[in-house]
């Protein structure tokens, strides 16, 4: 009888990447589409400056010129991109309305401004408002603007301008309007929303103190008046009634579900409140199988099917990571990359569970969390170079020294290369800080303990050559190594991207595309970055982990490794989230500014680095230098920071 073959590892990766993605389109393509009843078409419009906003239509096969149907209009938060309110998006589309979800003005994929008009007081609402007024499959006059956080104070100028036309204003996580207009207003602010906690600091008039209870500032006199009652009456999910100038009655409501700013679009409770306020706001218009408005707890029983998607996305990422490690794998047993795996040297570091040892694992775990508040809050007073401050000392000296970080070209356009303004280069700035006390530690490290050993510059994994001390062809194939490996994933994500028409989006995780705007960004990322990863791998060979070229002794070394770099952090933010959840306050050094935007930000940051950092112990191991590992992994860093959408300056070339 003839034997069966087993397949190979290559093999059964391959097909787990092909079984992931299919699962990912599946999952995405049908719970957009609700399965064929609604179409998704991405859009790319220009306003009336010309400049592009890019833009997601849904539209229900209910609605056609004999039956029209309302439409909704959508604006993310401040750094994000179209796809974070995709969830809103979708359960909206399936109940009939109309959605026009888009990146406003100066974020992701759309331009930022370059003159000023009236369509640009709303991010360029004047653009989708023209773009709906052009369809004979919306109703005019029934129009409902929904903002989440910072985009809550756009979806406000959207209505003021566009009143007669706007039926609802819905807040979610924003600053509450104390009196919107004639038109409907519903808000929904989380209890442990650690935005409204910063900004809706009242005065408690029981105690004489400042309060954080986001409740009572629903509460204060010009809400309240503003809403018909008297303060310390309005009650979350009670409709109250207001006579606008108009003589009209219109609906004051707000929710108030138990949820943090970031994550209402994961919440299901709150995608249900969001869902029921819709349509209690547009007057009853939408599928909510036959709930009753009446009922505040209605909301209860609509159904919601938004976490297929997210599934899809979870999959999809799992896809990308194990298909760059396959494609690792792949290249260093080829001819073209054979000869990067160099002979394996002896490995050093303090001796196991000694003193020592116990010390510089503590001082590897802490350090992160210990120096992301002071990177963050140091970025956000204009100690990093961003389009934002870029008048700072430190951009002073960089442009004397390094490179020009301002200058205008030939047609008079005004440029500068710190492209991305917020998120991105805050983390930039805390790596900075990492890598300068990782350094400090392989320091102590190497003075005290590794110069007696042995430690060189071969047994630091520095080598580019069996034979002689320096070879820069082996640097130039180690970075098309990592563009390979990183561009096998980026391509399986432009696959994908390309039949979703969106990128990667769950909770604060981002990836997508990059623009072709984003070119230069890419460069100065490159180079940002290198110290962050460099920096680590020296500092975790203080520990001595040995790799015996074993599969297993590699997969273990990959868990210690990412366990020592993000455990510390992974725990820090569990702490910060579980104080915000159950003691509704913010954790102490986060309130100033918007630095408890960054607090949640550190998940996302995790699940990059871990990846990141699995790349290069994965490929630096199967090696034995640190050059492919770590362009590999510098690679897959820049394309996450690009993939932010807090984009406020294009260089275009």
């Known amino acids: 009888m003839e034997k069966v073959k087993r397949l190979t590892p290559f093999a059964i990766s391959i097909i787990c990447i092909v079984v992931l993605s299919a699962l990912a389109l599946i999952l995405v393509i049908g719970t957009d589409t609700a399965w064929g009843k609604v179409r998704v078409e991405k859009m790319v419009l220009s306003s009336s400056d010309g400049d592009v906003v890019n833009a997601m239509l849904y539209r229900p096969r209910t609605a056609t010129a004999k039956t029209p149907a309302p439409a909704v209009v959508l604006y993310h938060g401040g750094n994000d991109m179209l796809e974070h309110t995709g969830t809103y998006a979708l359960e909206l589309a399936r109940r009939g309305f109309v959605v026009i979800n888009f990146d406003y003005q100066g974020s992701h994929d759309s331009d930022y401004k370059t003159e000023t008009s009236v369509g640009e007081t709303a991010a360029c609402g004047d653009t989708i408002y023209n773009t709906l007024a052009s369809y004979n499959f919306v109703q005019q006059d029934n129009i409902a603007v929904f903002g989440h956080s910072m985009g809550g104070g756009y979806a406000s100028k959207f209505a003021a301008n ?22 409907n207003y519903v808000s929904i602010v989380g209890d442990s929303d650690e935005s409204a906690l910063k900004r809706t600091t009242v005065l408690d008039p029981a105690t004489g103190k400042t309060s954080q209870d986001i409740h009572k500032y629903y509460n204060s006199p010009k809400i309240a008046e503003a809403w018909g009652e008297s303060a310390g009456s309005i009650i979350p999910s009670k409709v109250y009634t207001v006579k606008g100038k108009d003589g ?59 976490r297929m998607k997210d599934l899809g996305w979870i999959l999809q990422y799992i896809a990308i990571a194990l298909l760059m490690f396959t494609v690792a794998t792949r290249l260093i047993k080829g001819n073209t990359f054979k000869s990067l795996e160099l002979k394996r040297t002896e490995s050093f570091g303090i001796k196991k569970k000694s003193v020592g040892w116990w010390l510089f694992l503590a001082l590897l775990l802490v350090l992160p969390p210990l120096l992301y508040l002071p990177g963050v809050m140091g970025a956000e007073n204009g100690l990093f170079p961003t389009a934002f401050n870029t008048d700072n000392p430190v951009t002073k000296i960089a442009t004397k020294c390094l490179i020009p970080t301002k200058w205008t070209s030939a047609d008079g356009v005004a440029h500068s290369i710190w492209l991305l303004g917020g998120t991105s280069n805050v983390y930039v700035l805390w790596q900075w800080l990492i890598s300068f006390a990782m350094l400090v530690v392989f320091l102590a490290y190497y003075f005290v303990w590794g110069r007696k050993a042995g430690e060189n510059y071969k047994s630091l994994g520095f080598k580019t050559s069996d034979e002689k001390k320096f070879d820069i062809v082996y640097l130039l194939k180690s ?175």
């Not at 969106?502 to 990322?525: A, D, E, N, P």
């Open 162 to 183: 566009y009143a007669s036309q706007v039926k609802l204003l819905f807040h979610l996580g924003s600053a509450v309007t104390a009196s919107p207009g004639d038109f």
């Open 248 to 306: 009209k009655d219109y609906l004051r409501v707000f929710y108030f579900p138990s949820s943090i700013h970031a994550y209402y679009n994961i919440n299901n409770k709150a995608v249900k409140q969001i869902i029921f306020g819709f349509i209690l706001g547009m007057n009853g218009y939408g599928n909510i199988d036959g709930v009753d408005l009446k009922d505040p707890n209605g909301f209860e029983k609509i159904t919601t099917v938004w």
């Open 479 to 653: 970075l098309l190594f990592g563009i390979v490996v990183v561009g096998s994933g980026y391509l399986l994500m432009a696959f994908i991207g390309t039949y979703t028409q969106q990128g990667l989006h769950v909770t604060t995780l981002q990836m997508s595309i990059l623009s072709r705007k984003r070119l230069m960004c890419w460069f100065v990322y490159f180079i940002y970055l290198m110290p962050y990863f460099l920096c680590n791998h020296l500092a975790v060979k203080s520990l001595g982990i040995k790799y015996d070229g074993t599969n297993r002794t590699l997969t273990l070394n990959v868990l210690k490794t990412t366990f020592i770099t993000v455990g510390g952090l992974f725990v820090f933010y569990l702490i910060f989230l579980l104080q915000l959840k159950y003691t509704h306050t913010v954790m102490e050094g986060f309130r100033t500014g918007i630095l408890y935007a960054y607090g949640l930000a550190i998940l996302p940051l995790t699940i990059g680095i871990t990846v990141g950092n699995a790349l290069n112990v994965y490929v630096s191991s199967k090696t034995n230098s640190v050059w492919a590992g770590l362009c590999t992994a510098v690679l897959w860093g820049v394309w996450t920071l690009c993939s932010t959408g807090g984009m406020i300056n294009n260089l275009i070339f």
